[in-house]
């Protein structure tokens, strides 16, 4: 159900085909069923966080306006909410897949971040890696420019490798009936008119 190899690898394939307009779809590969739904799931998690990077370079334009940037700014809310509400999404699947093998062990150790936290940290990883590598290879760049960024793709490498194999680590102890974890609701206030009263109060008005 759940390999850290895998989502890496397909955060990599979904990266790269999304910036050369491919159409590798999310279901590539997938035996259906139960597998295409995870994989779906997956690729609109990472497509949010792909969207959201490129969404906030263009309030970075030097020649945007200011209503350019206000544009931006209510579609990252929107996306970044499309992003947690997806994180979440992924934490139901597991939880549902596992409850039907009567799991988590309900006195196990709890986590304290969960898979699709988890996951979506390796998906803006996956970005990254993409964007620095593209910058350790581009021509005409200052010196020292390549090696710069050759320097911190290490780091970046690194890292998600750390993270892969932690969530490689929670989800065999939580098969094992040694680890457990929960679904962890981000409650995002902003885009709810019923609660942020930067909206409500000036409904009133």
């Given at each position: ?14 990266t ?23 994989l ?20 970075r ?88 960024n050759k ?40 885009n ?14």
């Amino acid at each position: 159900m759940l390999s850290s190899d895998a989502i890496v690898d397909w955060h990599d394939r979904w990266t790269r085909a999304w910036h050369e307009a491919s159409e590798l779809g999310a279901h590539a590969h997938s035996n259906g069923g139960g597998e295409r739904e995870w994989l779906d799931c997956l690729a609109r998690q990472h497509r949010a966080n792909f969207d959201l990077w490129h969404i906030e370079d263009e309030a970075r334009c030097p020649g945007a306006t200011d209503a350019d940037v206000a544009d931006v700014k209510r579609r990252i809310d929107k996306t970044n909410q499309q992003r947690n509400d997806l994180a979440e999404e992924i934490d139901r699947r597991l939880l549902e897949w596992l409850g039907a093998r009567g799991l988590p062990e309900a006195e196990a150790p709890l986590n304290s971040e969960s898979p699709g936290l988890m996951i979506d940290r390796l998906s803006i990883l996956a970005l990254k890696i993409f964007h620095t590598r593209e910058e350790a290879e581009r021509e005409g760049a200052p010196a020292g420019h390549a090696e710069r960024n050759k320097g911190r793709l290490a780091i970046l490498e690194e890292q998600r490798g750390d993270l892969a194999s932690c969530l490689d680590k929670l989800w065999s102890e939580t098969l094992a009936g040694t680890r457990r974890f929960k679904l962890y609701r981000q409650l995002k206030m902003y885009n709810d008119p019923s609660l942020n009263p930067a909206i409500y109060s000036k409904k009133t008005e």
